[in-house]
T-cell receptor
Framework: GAVVSQHPSWVICKSGTSVKIECRSL??????MFWYRQFPKQSLMLMAT?????????EQGVEKDKFLINHASLTLSTLTVTSAHPEDSSFYIC?????????FGQGTRLTVV | QKEVEQNSGPLSVPEGAIASLNCTYS??????FFWYRQYSGKSPELIMF????GDKEDGRFTAQLNKASQYVSLLIRDSQPSDSATYLC???????????FGTGTRLQVFP
C-alpha cells in the first residue's frame, strides 16, 4: 500500500509556543490530505481538509487561525499549532487518499506543558 | 444522533472464537464503509472496505453491509490475542470525501 509519513512522532512544547507537524505522501501525489485529532479514548475527529495550492477547509469549531495548514506541494502538507495550550495536547494524525483508500501517517503525540 | 455509532466495549472473547463488531450510521447517502484497527498509541490501519450490500470476506475477516438497515459489521474468525485493539468503523458520505469515524470498539482476546 501507499506510504504516508508524519513527523515528528511526538513533541513536547511549552505553552504559548508553536509546533509544526509535517505529513508527506512518499510514493504518490496527494492533492488532498486530511488532518485529524484524537483525544484519549475518543475517535478521530476531522479537523480540516488540506488542498494543494489553495486554502484548507476547516470543520466547524476548528479555529483556522490557531491551526494553520499549508499544502504547498503534491506530497507535503503541514499543520502548525500556534500558541499551543495544554488543552491542545492530543494525538494528531494526517491521511491521504490513493484510489479512494485512505492511508494514515504514524501520528504525532503533542504534549503542551 | 451521532453520525456513526459503535459500542465502545470492551468486547472480550476467548482465543479461537468469533468476534462480532457492529456499527450503525445515520446518513443514507453514505456509500463507502471501512473498518480500521488501531493499536494503542498508533494510527489506524485499514482492515477492510465494503461498498455493496452483502458480505465481503478477506482471510479471517468478513465485513457485512446492510444499507436498508444502515448497519455494517465486522466478523473476526479464529480470534487471536494479537487482534486485541480498538476497531474503528468509518463511513464516507457520497457528497464529500470526508471519512466520519465511530468512537471505536475495544476488543480483548484472551488466551
Amino acid at each position: 500500500g501507499a506510504v504516508v509519513s508524519q513527523h515528528p512522532s511526538w513533541v513536547i512544547c511549552k505553552s504559548g509556543t508553536s509546533v509544526k507537524i509535517e505529513c508527506r505522501s512518499l510514493d504518490f501525489q496527494a492533492t488532498t490530505m486530511f488532518w485529524y485529532r484524537q483525544f484519549p479514548k475518543q475517535s478521530l475527529m476531522l479537523m480540516a481538509t488540506s488542498n494543494e495550492g489553495s486554502k484548507a477547509t476547516y470543520e466547524q469549531g476548528v479555529e483556522k487561525d490557531k491551526f494553520l495548514i499549508n499544502h504547498a506541494s503534491l506530497t507535503l502538507s503541514t499543520l502548525t499549532v500556534t500558541s499551543a495550550h495544554p488543552e491542545d495536547s492530543s494525538f494528531y494524525i494526517c491521511s491521504a487518499e490513493l484510489n479512494t483508500e485512505a492511508f494514515f501517517g504514524q501520528g504525532t503525540r503533542l504534549t503542551v506543558v | 444522533q451521532k453520525e456513526v455509532e459503535q459500542n465502545s466495549g470492551p468486547l472480550s472473547v476467548p482465543e479461537g472464537a468469533i468476534a462480532s463488531l457492529n456499527c450503525t450510521y445515520s446518513d443514507r447517502g453514505s456509500q463507502s464503509f471501512f473498518w480500521y484497527r488501531q493499536y494503542s498509541g498508533k494510527s489506524p490501519e485499514l482492515i477492510m472496505f465494503i461498498y455493496s450490500n452483502g458480505d465481503k470476506e478477506d482471510g479471517r475477516f468478513t465485513a457485512q453491509l446492510n444499507k436498508a438497515s444502515q448497519y455494517v459489521s465486522l466478523l473476526i474468525r479464529d480470534s487471536q490475542p494479537s487482534d486485541s485493539a480498538t476497531y474503528l468503523c468509518a463511513v464516507k458520505v457520497r457528497s464529500t470525501d470526508k471519512l466520519i469515524f465511530g468512537t471505536g470498539t475495544r476488543l480483548q482476546v484472551f488466551p
